[in-house]
């Protein structure tokens, strides 16, 4: 089994909908993030969290939101969804220690309509 | 702020021959550097990483990475290239602020492997 699951691996919808993308891990790791992948740009971080109590804006936080629902689980929203948020979304762990590598799942596939 | 270039975003090589993928990196301190392959519908997996105990990492599925601290790159090596290898790789370097790993990725360089 994955150590860092994602769901779902491909989603379509169309404007203005609501989206949920769900990330679990068995890693036993704190940390946690969120990132999109869009062709040319390499990932760029949207969300990370040290710890269910402790979440952060990453570098293109606007139009999204996460949730940690328990140390093992982390989902990201986008509330309303619009077209330029079509992208390859993967979810990391991490180690807490200083300079570890991150983990990551298989990735989402949203394409919004 | 670091950041990371990475030199072509396509790279073409006939199987058996040297795979270099360049990374060129910037920081104002000794960094932490990583290589990471995705393969078609998948993740991100660490081919290797550079924590400064040794200049020359060696990585998974024969990949080699020389940290150069006067040119300022990791650039990725392989001897001879596989089929298997074709796939877009990302170099990243890690700067630690605020009790946080941030990893700041280049664009990427997709590698292609033809008979």
């Known amino acids: 089994d994955a150590d860092v699951t994602q769901t779902p691996r491909n989603r379509i919808t169309k404007t203005g909908k609501r989206i949920m993308l769900e990330c679990s891990q068995t890693k036993g790791h704190d940390r946690m993030y969120w990132y999109r992948q869009d062709p040319g740009l390499g990932l760029r971080l949207i969300y990370y969290s040290f710890d269910v109590k402790d979440i952060n804006k990453g570098e293109i936080s606007d139009g999204y939101s996460v949730s940690r629902q328990a140390q093992a689980k982390f989902s990201l929203s986008l509330e309303s969804a619009i077209p330029n948020q079509t992208a390859l979304y993967f979810c990391?762990?991490?180690?807490?220690?200083?300079?570890?590598?991150?983990?990551f799942g298989d990735g989402t596939r949203l394409s919004i309509l | 702020a670091q950041s990371v270039t990475q030199l072509g975003s396509h790279v073409s090589v006939s199987e058996g021959a040297l795979v270099l993928l360049r990374c060129n990196y910037s920081s104002s301190v000794p960094p932490y550097l990583f290589w990471y392959v995705q393969y078609p519908n998948q993740g991100l997996q660490l081919l290797l990483k550079y924590t400064s105990a040794a200049t020359l990492v060696k990585g998974i599925n024969g990949f080699e990475a020389e940290f150069k601290k006067s040119e300022t790159s990791f650039h990725l090596t392989k001897p001879s290239a596989h089929m298997s290898d074709a796939a877009e790789y990302f170099c990243?370097?890690?700067?630690?602020?605020?009790?946080?790993?941030?990893?700041?990725f280049g664009a990427g360089t997709r590698l292609a492997v033809h008979p």
């Open positions: 990391a762990t991490s180690d807490p220690r200083q300079n570890q590598p991150q983990h």
């Open positions: 990243a370097v890690s700067e630690f602020s605020g009790g946080y790993n941030k990893l700041i």
